[in-house]
Nanobody, 122 residues
Framework: QLQASGGGLVQAGGSLRLSCAASGRTFSRAAMGWFRQAPGKEREFVAV????????VYADPVKGRFTISRDNAKNTVYLQMNSLKLEDTAVYYCAADLGGGLPVRGSSYDYWGQGTLVTVSS
């Protein structure tokens, strides 16, 4: 029900925009988050946006470089990633929390996408 896309290979300093499209139901009232998991590491929180888009929270490593946004008419959430670094290499997952709020814990989320791989090269 959540399909993440937009990953790929990019050089350090470059940009990518990830998309997460929802299908099968509407997530217009859900908080939407992005997480990532690098090789050999645990999954970590990246960003979250409220259902209205009025509030966002970012993990410290991505503040000022990543921007989360959403288009409820399209049932899609985005993650614009600029100034990418080698350490941003990971599989990125989108997730939906039907309870709303601004959850930063993965356990709070009800639905998960399949992930899209972002590889940043030097």
């Amino acid at each position: 029900q959540l399909q993440a896309s937009g990953g790929g290979l990019v050089q350090a300093g470059g940009s990518l925009r990830l998309s997460c499209a929802a299908s099968g139901r509407t997530f217009s009232r859900a908080a939407m988050g992005w997480f990532r998991q690098a090789p050999g590491k645990e999954r970590e929180f990246v960003a979250v946006i409220t259902w209205s888009g009025g509030r966002t929270v970012y993990a410290d490593p991505v503040k000022g470089r990543f921007t989360i946004s959403r288009d409820n008419a399209k049932n899609t959430v985005y993650l614009q990633m600029n100034s990418l670094k080698l350490e941003d290499t990971a599989v990125y997952y989108c997730a939906a929390d039907l309870g709303g709020g601004l959850p930063v814990r993965g356990s709070s989320y009800d639905y998960w996408g399949q992930g899209t791989l972002v590889t940043v090269s030097s």
